[in-house]
């Protein structure tokens, strides 16, 4: 059985046979491609350049590795001939969704009669105009395409799609959620398959279909089963997805079997959280600490990728801070992780001065902490009569903001981070340990709480949990229940037995004397305690 590889060598060489010839599918070529096809008796695939460059040769596998293209007003310059053994000519719907994704030129399928001779050939064109349908031709015998202009077609397919480009701007990516649970809280994984939409939709996606799977473990081949992979295929088909977002970790292995099948790239939830971490990124702090999570994520996705993934396409996973494509070089992604790491030392050792200044001056620090878009921006800007960007948004809050608060005579300083999730990516936790050590070094935490959240509670217990791994749960905290205003029954709010608490809307400001009362008398009894 010939290799691969062995079989671009083959092609290369009827493609140098047919360099003198006008036709833009040589008659050489075709022979070769057939020949080869027959005796291995396997369906091939080849990928080439409008420069007749074999860039990619697959073997009983239509879906290349090739990324999406980054531009959005032009065709790929690539496109892509099949072999059928004993099959119609015919381009189905995975083909036609590489087509679409991956920007081909055209997808042409050529039939194999059962005797080893080529018999007829289809291709199909993108629109132009609606990106989402096809223009088919054929099935043709294939002697029909000697003469066909191919180059004329794609030339007036890039008109059209630069002419729509132009009219409507960039388009929102299409996306398709997908998400595995075992039922023991039916409830709670609603609620997280609803979050990831929401993450998707703060990541500018546009969620166009839902599926679900009911398994007591992921597959390890492809996280969902291989018959709901083959639906899920047929979904992002009829809905025009060119992205599948999994409510999970997937491993490097996962994602590119799903993308070898389904056609479109895959992500999972670290990326789209990633994506929106690099996205809200302002500072140069946070710039150097969201790009050095990305980078330790991508490091070992690139495993037994080609070369050609040097040209990442654009798109929600694959953007740095300022908008700025990740880099995808091993070697250049092992220096700049270094790099990173040595400027963060750099941040730390600034903040650490920082707060030696704080203490010699014994000003005490409050810090807010709490579930993501659970109202702490909103809170810090009432308590201290400031503007920091509040939006309705999961994650609008990245960057650490400092403010003065003044309690009456009693002068603090009040400190927003950034909010906690479920399953909050361990190399974003690991990244943003300059920022997060701020928690560390409050001398009050002060507990944001959506009180109008159904899972309020579960939300308790994820800001908890990271405020233990980050050893500042023995710190004096307030629970501070926000959003009372949205909520109708009063009488159902009931704090957790035995915190401190208060329940407050930092939007109408209803009870933030209280919460400034019980702030004040906490930190004149560390500041009694400091002077004893």
């Not at 833009?24 to 070529?29: D, H, Q």
């Not at 996306?175 to 075992?182: P, T």
């Not at 491993?251 to 789209?272: C, F, K, M, W, Y």
């Not at 201290?384 to 939006?391: A, F, G, K, N, R």
């Amino acid at each position: 059985m010939k290799t691969a590889e062995e079989i671009k060598k083959l092609l290369t060489a009827s493609l140098k046979r047919d360099a003198s010839s006008e036709d833009f599918i040589g008659r050489n070529f075709i022979e070769e491609l057939v020949s080869s096809s027959v005796r291995i008796h396997k369906n091939i695939s080849v990928y080439l350049t409008r420069k007749k460059q074999i860039i990619d040769v697959l073997v009983d596998s239509g879906m290349s590795n090739l990324p999406p293209l980054e531009r959005r007003d032009s065709l790929s310059k690539v496109f892509c001939i099949t072999t059928k053994l004993g099959k119609d000519a015919i381009v189905n719907g995975i083909e036609l969704a590489t087509l679409k994704n991956l920007k081909l030129d055209f997808y042409a399928v050529l039939s194999i009669s059962k005797d080893g001779r080529p018999r007829d050939m289809q291709v199909a064109f993108l629109d132009g105009e609606k990106l989402d349908t096809f223009e088919l031709v054929g099935p043709y015998p294939y002697e029909y395409f000697f003469s066909f202009d191919f180059l004329e077609k794609i030339s007036e397919i890039e008109k059209k799609i630069e002419a729509k480009t132009y009219e409507t701007g960039e388009e929102r990516e299409k996306v398709v959620l997908v998400d595995v649970r075992n039922g023991k809280d039916k409830a709670l994984e609603d609620y997280l398959f609803e979050e990831l939409e929401r993450l998707t939709v703060t990541a500018g996606g546009e969620v166009v279909y839902k599926l679900s799977q009911r398994k007591d473990s992921p597959d390890p081949k492809y996280y969902i089963g291989e018959g709901k992979v083959r639906e899920l295929a047929d979904i992002v088909q009829r809905v025009s997805g060119n992205l599948v977002i999994f409510n999970g970790d997937l491993s490097p292995s996962q994602v590119a079997n799903l993308e070898s099948v389904l056609g479109v790239r895959v992500i999972d939830r670290t990326d789209l959280i990633l994506d929106i971490f690099a996205k809200h990124a302002r500072t140069k702090e946070g710039k150097l600490q969201v790009e050095l999570a990305q980078l330790k994520h991508l490091l070992p996705r690139l495993v037994g990728k080609g070369k050609e993934l040097s040209r990442l396409g654009g798109g929600i996973g694959t953007r740095g801070p300022g908008e700025r494509k990740l880099e995808t070089d091993r070697r250049h992604i092992e220096r700049r992780i270094d790099f990173l790491e040595k400027e963060i030392e750099r941040v730390k050792r600034h903040r650490a001065l920082i707060r030696s200044n704080r203490e010699r001056n014994n000003i005490p620090i409050v810090t807010l902490v709490g579930y993501t878009n659970a109202g702490k921006s909103t809170l810090m800007n009432a308590l201290t009569h400031s503007d920091v960007l509040v939006e309705d948004k999961l994650f609008a809050t990245l960057d650490p903001t400092t403010r003065i608060l003044w309690l009456k005579e009693v002068k603090a300083l009040l400190t927003d981070t950034v909010g906690f999730i479920h399953k909050l990516p361990h190399h974003l936790v690991e990244a943003f340990s300059a920022t997060l050590e701020e928690i560390r070094y409050a001398d009050v935490i002060l507990h944001v709480i959506d009180a109008s959240d159904p899972f309020a509670y579960e939300h308790i217990k994820v800001v908890d949990d990271m405020l233990k791994y980050l050893e500042a749960y023995d710190k004096p905290i307030i629970r501070v229940y926000n959003k009372i205003d949205l909520i109708e029954d009063r009488e159902e709010l009931i704090p957790l037995t035995g915190d401190k608490s208060v329940f407050v809307s930092a939007l109408t400001g209803e009870n933030l004397d209280e919460l400034k009362d019980l702030l004040k008398g906490e930190i004149e009894g560390i500041l009694t305690n400091a002077t004893i």
